[in-house]
Each structure stands twice: as C-alpha cells, then as structure tokens.
Nanobody, 127 residues
Framework: QVQLVESGGGLVQAGGSLRLSCAAS????????MGWFRQAPGKERKFVAA????????YDLDSVKGRFTISRDNAKNTVYLQMTSLKPEDTAVYYC????????????????????WGQGTQVTVSS
C-alpha cells in the first residue's frame, strides 16, 4: 500500500516562500516519477512539476516560470517543492502524486495517469 503524505503548506504573504514535502511509503521510489499538482477552488487539478528517479525535472513553465523548484531525496523517499516569489494566484491545495510504472514525460500533465495521490496541503498567499 503506497502512501504519500504532504506537509509544509500554510499562509504566507505575497513574495514569500514555502517548501512542501511529500514522503512516500510502501514502495521504494525507483522508477517512474513523483510530482506536484495544485487545485484552486472551483478549478481543475493542474500539473505543476515532476521529477524522475534519476533527477530529471519538468515544470509547467506558464505557472511557475522559474519560481518553483522540485527536488528529491531518494534515501528518504521524499520529494520537495520549493516555492519562492509566491503570488496570490498560487493559492490552492497542492497534491503530491506518484507513478512508478510509466516512463518518459508525455503523461505528466494528465492527472489520471498518476496512480497515487496524497491528501493535499493548503497553500494560501495573501496580497
């Protein structure tokens, strides 16, 4: 049973920073990718970033434009999302996702392609 547990969300002022963490248990992260999505109220869940076991990262450049950095610690089976220069429009519930059996990156943006999800962590950016 794979479990993903996010932490690190909270309330921050515009221009501030937060670091989200996602700890995976139940399976060793040795293939596929782990990623982050976000969902604002009344909107669909959208891809933010993903990283493979070997450290290759992909971002939704339109939304993060160099402000967010995804990283991972294989020894801890944990993925991080460092968010800087936060804007009110970054306010959303941020979800960690994992997929251990797919390769390449063409499927990243499709929420249904990810097998495992965390419970979400709220990020609120005040203006």
């Amino acid at each position: 049973q794979v479990q993903l547990v996010e932490s690190g969300g909270g309330l921050v002022q515009a221009g501030g920073s937060l670091r989200l963490s996602c700890a995976a248990s139940g399976r060793t992260f040795s293939g596929g990718a782990m990623g982050w999505f976000r969902q604002a109220p009344g909107k669909e869940r959208k891809f933010v970033a993903a990283i493979t076991w070997t450290g290759d990262s992909t971002y939704d450049l339109d939304s993060v434009k160099g402000r967010f950095t995804i990283s991972r610690d294989n020894a801890k089976n944990t993925v991080y999302l460092q968010m800087t220069s936060l804007k009110p429009e970054d306010t959303a519930v941020y979800y960690c996702a994992a997929q251990f059996d797919k390769y390449g990156s063409t499927w990243y943006r499709t929420a249904g392609a990810w097998d495992y999800w965390g419970q979400g962590t709220q990020v609120t950016v005040s203006s």
